[in-house]
C-alpha cells in the first residue's frame, strides 16, 4: 500500500490536495490500483498526522514515536453520508438554506437554525421515510450535521424512563422529539414566504415558462379519525373510501413544483381551482396563464372565472358526463394530423400513434380538438372485452335459472338483471328484455354503440386562438408528469399514511414531503442533464457508499475520513458537480447536538 495525491477543485477555483491510501494488486497480469481509504485534505491533515510514519505503517514498520503500532490503527465508527452530502448541496443551491435563514433569524434559546433543522426532517424524507420516532433510527446510520459540521445523535430513553412515564412505546427522548415538531410548526408559518422564494429562485435559474400553469389533486388518507377539520370522508383515490382524508393540490410550472395546496378531504376537484388561481395571481404575480387541467376540473363557473381573470386554459372533457362530448367525437370525420412519438412509445418494438384533429364547437370562440391514441384504445378495448366476458357469463346462467323455471316472477327477474348489469359496467354493454316466461340478453343498440365510439378517443377544449393542435396535445399530456409527481409523494417519500392528528401538523408533513420532492425533481433532472441512466431513487441508494469513517490512530487521536464510494457514486456526484466531500469540520472535535 501506499499513498497518493488527488487534486480536486473546491469553492471559488481554489485547488485542493488530498491524501488517500491505494494498494497495488495483480489481475489477470495486470497491476492494477484501488483505493482503501480516503484520509482527507492534506493541508488539514498536516497539523494531525505524520504522513512519512503513517507511510512506514502502511508497510508494517512500527513507530518508535507515541508507541503507535499497525495493530493500533482502527476504524471505530462509519455512517452513510452521500445521500445527505447530496440533499444538503441541493438545499442549497434551489436558495432554501439562505430563504430560511432570513426568514427565520435564530433567537438566543437556539442552540441551531431553523434551516439546518428543516434540513434533516427533508433530507430523512428523502431518503428513509419515517416518523419523528423513527427519525432517530436514521440519525444512527447517517452522518446528518449542521453547516457548522456538528452531528446530531439520537436521543434514547432508557427503559426506566419508558415506564415511568407512562409511554412505554416512545422511544425517542421527549425533548428530541419536540424539537422535530417545533419545527414542523415554523415551517408551516413561513410556507407562503418559502414556496414564492423557491419560485422566484426557479424563475431565475432555469429561466421558467411561468404561462403554463399545470395543476392536478390527489388524496392522502389517514389512520384512525384524523385532523378535526380537513380531514373528512370523500373520493379516495389510495382505495381507502373508510379512511378520512385530505386533498392535495399541485401546481407545476416547467416541470417544477412551485407550489402545492391542502384541502378539506370531501371537497370536489373543481371547487380548489378558484383558490389556487386567487394563490397564483396575489403570490406569485401571475397575471395570465394557461391553465392545463384534468377533466374533473370543468365547470362552467371556473371557465367563467378563468375568462374573467384574462386567463387561458387547456382541459380535458369528461365523455360520459355530457353527450355534447359525444357529439365532438361523432364530429371528428376530417382528416387526422400524427403527433410527435413520446418517449415512452419510442421504446416500443411498433409505436403507437396519437392522431388529432379539431371539429367545430358549440360556442363561439371554443376550440375543440378529438384526439385518437392507438395505445389508450388497446387498453380500452382489452378492458371492456374482459367486462364483456364476465357480464356475459353471468347474464347467461341467470337465463338458464330462467329456462329452468327456478326464477318466474318478473319483479325478480329484474332485480337479477339490474345487479348483474351493474358491475363491470354491464349496463354500458347489454340490455335485456323478459316476455311471456323468456329472459333474453343482448348488445344495447345505443349505450354499446357509444362505448365503441368512446374507446381510445379523449376530447381537449382551450380557447387559445394561435394554439396548434398538436401543441395542445402535448400539453395535455404534460399533465400526466403531474400524476407522476404525487406516484412519487406517495410511494418513494411515503406520504401516507399519515399519523397526525393536528389540522397544522398534518399540512407540516405534507410540506415536508413536498420539499422532499422538490430535492428529488432537482436531483433526477441534473441526472439527465448528464445523461446518467439512473433513478433518483437510486442515485441516492448508491451514494450510500460515500460514507464517513472515524479512525482511531492509536495513539489518543482520532482522524475523520471519507471514503469515495463505488464508480457509480463517482459518477452521480458529477452529475450533481460536488466534488469537495469533506463534511465540515465542528468547532470542537467531536462536537454533537442531541
Known sequence: MFLRVVRAAGGKGVKHEYIRVVEAYREHGKTRHRTVLNLGRRDLLATHLDLAKLMRLLHGEAVADRGIKREDVRAVAAWDWGPMLAARDVWRELGLEASLDRLARPKRRDTTRLSDRALVLVANRLTAPGSEHGLARWLETDFVCDRDGRR????????????????????????????????????????AEIERSLYLTLRDLFSLRVDMVFYDLTSTYFEGKGPPDIGAHGHSRDGKPRNPQVLVGLVLVDGWPIAHHVFEGNWRDAKTVPDVLRDLEQRFGLKRVVFVGDRGMVTSQNLDDLRASGHGYIVGRNRRRSGEVFDYIKRATGPWIECPVGITAREKSTAPKTLVQEVASNQPGMRVFVVHSEERLAFELAHRTKAMGRVRARLEKLALRVAKGRLKAAEKVGAAAAKILA???????????????????????????????????????????????????????????????????????????????SDDRVQAHIFVAALAFLLHRAIEKKLKAAHLDISATEALTVLKSVRVVDIDLGNGTTKRSVTPGTQRAAAVLRALDIADLQPPTPPTPGQTIV
Open 423 to 501: 358491475r363491470n359496467h354491464g349496463h354500458r354493454y347489454y340490455g335485456w328484455c323478459y316476455e311471456v316466461g323468456v329472459f333474453r340478453f343482448f348488445e344495447h343498440p345505443v349505450h354499446f354503440t357509444r362505448e365503441q365510439a368512446y374507446e381510445g378517443k379523449y376530447v381537449i377544449q382551450t380557447e387559445e386562438p394561435n394554439l396548434a393542435a398538436v401543441d395542445a396535445v402535448r400539453l395535455y399530456k404534460e399533465l400526466s408528469e403531474v400524476e407522476r409527481c404525487f406516484a412519487c409523494l406517495k410511494d418513494v417519500l411515503d406520504m401516507r399514511p399519515i399519523y397526525h392528528r
Open 152 to 191: 446530531w445523535i439520537a436521543a434514547w430513553r432508557d427503559d426506566a424512563a419508558r415506564e415511568i412515564s407512562g409511554t412505554p412505546r416512545v422511544k425517542v427522548e421527549a425533548r428530541q422529539l419536540q424539537q422535530w415538531y417545533r419545527t414542523l410548526d415554523q415551517l408551516l408559518e413561513r410556507k
